[in-house]
């Protein structure tokens, strides 16, 4: 069973940064794909970036260039920085890790940290 554990959401003002992490417990699977969504309110869950096999990343058109996804393998921790956050940018974010289990791929979720952006 794997555990996901995010941090370091919070209220910011545009223009501000924030770094969240996301800590992994009981990761003895072969990860697939591990990366952050979103879901703002009255909004459908989006992909915000993510890391697939080999290392290559991913992200969504709307925070390329602001927002960086990286991973600590030796802590289990995986990281978003958010640069120039954006009103736009407030909602609940979500870490989720793809592992290969029983044969089969199967996603793991976090329980979300809040991110408001506001002036």
């Known amino acids: 069973q794997v555990r996901l554990v995010e941090s370091g959401g919070g209220l910011v003002q545009p223009g501000d940064s924030l770094t969240l992490a996301c800590v992994a417990a009981?990761?003895?699977?072969?990860?697939?794909?591990m990366g952050w969504f979103r879901r703002a309110p009255g909004k459908e869950r989006e992909l915000v970036a993510d890391?697939?096999?080999?290392?290559?990343?991913n992200y969504g058109p709307s925070v390329k260039g602001r927002f960086t996804i990286s991973r600590d393998i030796a802590r289990n921790t995986m990281y978003l920085e958010m640069n120039n956050l954006q009103v736009e940018d407030t909602a609940v974010y979500y870490c989720?890790?793809?592992?290969?289990?029983?044969?089969?791929?199967?996603?793991?979720w976090g329980q979300g940290t809040q991110v408001t952006v506001s002036s």
């Open positions: 989720n890790y793809n592992v290969w289990q029983n044969g089969g791929l199967r996603d793991y």
């Open positions: 890391i697939v096999t080999g290392g290559s990343t």
């Open positions: 009981g990761l003895t699977f072969s990860i697939n794909d």
